[in-house]
């Protein structure tokens, strides 16, 4: 163990990208739980990936800007998309979803077949990044997630507007994947609402995000000091986490 690995100035930015995540995914997990809808992050942020990848292609990766311009714009498209097909074809949207899920993901592949860092893209769309993450960065995306929140708790759009649910998904999942990866924003999003469904409302938020605090903390720590990739600690420790406190929860229900 490399216990010199523990570097705040390092697992600091890392963790509070974490909190960040959890402050929009744990109450959105909660909603995709109810509407029986899992996979849908999983395909917003391979539709937003697509933009990620595109912009690239067109060379504007130097330009955060319009980067975050592609990726917003091509998952909001997606998420318009399944809010159609949701009014449509209700009964099998679960099977769109998941349709949908693997044409993004193939056409990342295909978008990076010739360019000679394509793995290094791809690996870093799905595990992510997030020892790399600064405190500066974490500025717009703190930004963000506050509006998301604001709008949807304070203003309850999602009351007053049927497509509000897919829109601040889309919004939302799109500026985590570029913080965290696919993978970590699937498992931030699911386990903590799962491990926590049998709870009443306002519990099961608390004791989901005291969840996602604990699994991110042990996840980044366990990572630096075995030196494993980061993003993949996490995901497992939010999954040994959120088994531990649903046999909890279910012993004292």
Same mark, same amino acid.
């Given at each position: 163990?490399?216990?010199?690995?523990?570097?705040?100035?390092?697992?600091?930015?890392?963790?509070?990208?974490?909190?960040?995540?959890?402050?929009?995914?744990?109450?959105?997990?909660?909603?995709?739980?109810?509407?029986?809808?899992? *996979?849908? &992050?999983?395909?917003? @942020?391979? !539709?937003?990936?697509?933009? +990620?990848? $595109? #912009?690239? %292609?067109?060379?504007?990766?130097?330009?955060?800007?319009?980067?975050?311009?592609?990726?917003?714009?091509?998952?909001?498209?997606?998420?318009?998309?399944?809010?159609?097909?949701?009014?449509? *074809?209700? &009964?099998?949207?679960? @099977?769109? !979803?998941?349709?949908?899920? +693997?044409? $993004? #993901?193939? %056409?990342?592949?295909?978008?990076?077949?010739?360019?000679?860092?394509?793995?290094?893209?791809?690996?870093?769309?799905?595990?992510?990044?997030?020892?790399?993450?600064?405190?500066?960065?974490?500025?717009?995306?703190?930004?963000?997630?506050?509006?998301?929140?604001?709008?949807?708790?304070?203003?309850?759009?999602?009351?007053?507007?049927?497509?509000?649910?897919?829109?601040?998904?889309?919004?939302?999942?799109?500026?985590?994947?570029?913080?965290?990866?696919?993978?970590?924003?699937?498992?931030?999003?699911?386990?903590?609402?799962?491990?926590?469904?049998?709870?009443?409302?306002?519990?099961?938020?608390?004791?989901?995000?005291?969840?996602?605090?604990?699994?991110?903390?042990?996840?980044?720590?366990?990572?630096?000091?075995?030196?494993?990739?980061?993003?993949?600690?996490?995901?497992?420790?939010?999954?040994?986490?959120?088994?531990?406190?649903?046999?909890?929860?279910?012993?004292?229900?």
């Amino acid at each position: 163990m490399n216990w010199q690995a523990l570097d705040l100035s390092i697992l600091g930015p890392a963790f509070l990208a974490g909190i960040l995540v959890l402050s929009t995914h744990v109450p959105l997990g909660r909603l995709v739980l109810k509407r029986g809808i899992i *996979f849908i &992050d999983l395909a917003i @942020a391979q !539709i937003a990936g697509i933009g +990620v990848i $595109a #912009a690239d %292609l067109f060379g504007w990766h130097d330009n955060p800007w319009q980067v975050q311009i592609a990726a917003v714009t091509t998952a909001l498209l997606g998420a318009l998309l399944l809010r159609w097909t949701e009014k449509r *074809f209700a &009964d099998v949207q679960e @099977a769109l !979803i998941g349709v949908l899920f +693997v044409l $993004a #993901a193939t %056409l990342s592949l295909l978008m990076l077949a010739n360019n000679p860092q394509g793995g290094e893209h791809l690996k870093d769309l799905l595990v992510g990044q997030i020892l790399w993450v600064s405190y500066e960065q974490l500025i717009p995306a703190a930004v963000i997630y506050a509006v998301l929140l604001f709008a949807w708790f304070v203003l309850k759009i999602g009351d007053k507007f049927a497509s509000a649910f897919y829109l601040t998904f889309a919004v939302s999942v799109t500026v985590s994947v570029q913080l965290v990866g696919v993978y970590l924003v699937f498992a931030s999003l699911i386990v903590p609402a799962l491990a926590t469904q049998k709870l009443a409302t306002k519990r099961q938020l608390s004791y989901a995000f005291l969840l996602g605090i604990i699994a991110y903390a042990l996840g980044l720590v366990a990572s630096a000091l075995f030196d494993l990739p980061s993003g993949a600690v996490i995901v497992w420790s939010l999954a040994v986490t959120g088994t531990l406190m649903a046999i909890l929860i279910k012993r004292a229900v």
